[in-house]
């Protein structure tokens, strides 16, 4: 059983910076392509970013594009996603997830990962 926890969020103001983590545990995780995405109240989960299995090949959404970076350590068993000059606009609830395939063709289909994390919240001040 593979388990993704997701931590480093919090309360920040617009123009900060933040990074928040995703530990996974129960699996290969170097094996596994992951994402991030978020969903805000009231509105439906949407992709944030993509990682491919080995760190090279990764893509954004045009909200994140220029502001946002994910990475992977695969010898921690973790990603994460950094995230910088925040705005109001970014505050959600992060989850990650992992799809059993190595790559995935359409990152941002939620349909394509079977693990998800609980989430961490994001919240920017304005």
């Known amino acids: 059983q593979v388990v993704l926890e997701e931590s480093g969020g919090g309360l920040v103001q617009t123009g900060d910076s933040l990074r928040v983590s995703c530990a996974t545990s129960?699996?290969?995780?170097?094996?596994?392509?992951m994402s991030w995405f978020r969903q805000a109240p009231g509105k439906e989960r949407e992709f944030v970013a993509y990682?491919?299995?080995?760190?090279?090949?990764?893509s954004y959404s045009d909200a994140v594009k220029g502001r946002f970076s994910i990475s992977r350590d695969n010898a921690k068993n973790t990603m994460y996603l950094q995230m910088n000059s925040l705005s109001p606009e970014d505050t959600a609830r992060y989850y990650c997830a992992a799809s059993r395939a190595q790559a995935v063709a359409q990152p941002s289909w939620p349909v394509n990962y079977g693990y998800w994390g609980q989430g961490t919240q994001v919240t920017v001040s304005s």
């Open positions: 990682i491919a299995w080995n760190g090279i090949t990764t």
């Open positions: 129960g699996g290969s995780f170097r094996d596994y392509a």
